[in-house]
């Protein structure tokens, strides 16, 4: 019987990268409008070098970046990035198809949600509550609550602390079999893997159960909880 479903979060519910790339381009041609003398493809790529080595929700990017390229920050071209960012990012921020649909059948089936993510705490509820997922989740998880990352144990442990259920009693859905999927396999969590969110070109899984849209995973609850 499974009583719970933890959902990672970026490129699981929310297409995250996709809106991580609008929100760059549009932040360059506003820096770019407001005096950087940087050809558009070279400063894209100088920022996601900057997040390769801070790791991609590093808030100070646009800091670096600028400090880095001229010795100081120009505050003129720093607050046009930062609005670009924002506009983009916002305009840009969806769900995958049948999210909202799926996360209310399964909430209609009497089961408990959580989301444990590797995002800062600030930046994951931003994106739930813009999205209006926020009242689905019974917990959620972030680096900042246990400050360890997926495949550590630690996140998913809590989560199910928190929501009172047992491993076997639990499905995990991911995007990210070094960190989703093995990490809850550590635990002998079931998982299913969100292929459709998928941004390293899986061949192999090792997954319980793949998807390729979020509404399949009602079928693999039926399943592993017959009436």
């Given at each position: 019987m499974i009583r719970a479903i933890i959902f990672d979060l970026d490129n699981t519910l929310v297409d995250f990268i996709a809106m991580k790339h609008a929100a760059i381009q549009a932040a360059i041609l506003a820096m770019v409008d407001a005096g950087l003398k940087i050809p558009k493809d070279e400063a894209e790529k100088k920022i996601y070098k900057i997040y390769d080595e801070e790791g991609i929700e590093d808030q100070k990017v646009f800091d670096k970046f600028l400090t880095k390229e001229f010795g100081q920050i120009d505050y003129r071209i720093h607050a046009a990035g930062i609005i670009g960012y924002r506009r983009a990012r916002e305009a840009a921020l969806v769900l995958y198809p049948h999210v909202q649909l799926a996360l209310m059948e399964l909430v209609k089936r009497g089961l408990?949600?959580?989301?444990?993510?590797?995002?800062?705490?600030?930046?994951?509820?931003?994106?739930?509550?813009?999205?209006?997922?926020?009242?689905?989740?019974?917990?959620?998880?972030?680096?900042?609550?246990?400050?360890?990352?997926?495949?550590?144990p630690e996140p998913f442990v809590r989560a199910l602390e928190i929501l009172k259920v047992n491993c076997h009693e639990t499905i995990m859905v991911g995007d990210w079999v070094e960190r989703d999927i093995i990490g809850a396999k550590s635990l002998n969590i079931k998982t299913v893997f969100a292929r459709y969110g998928d941004r390293f070109d899986t061949e192999n899984s090792g997954a319980d159960y793949e998807i390729n849209d979020i509404l399949e995973l009602l079928d693999i609850v039926d399943k592993l909880s017959p009436q």
């Open positions: 408990r949600l959580a989301v444990v993510s590797d995002a800062p705490r600030l930046q994951a509820w931003l994106r739930l509550c813009q999205l209006k997922l926020h009242h689905f989740f019974d917990v959620v998880i972030t680096y900042d609550d246990t400050k360890k990352r997926k495949p550590d």
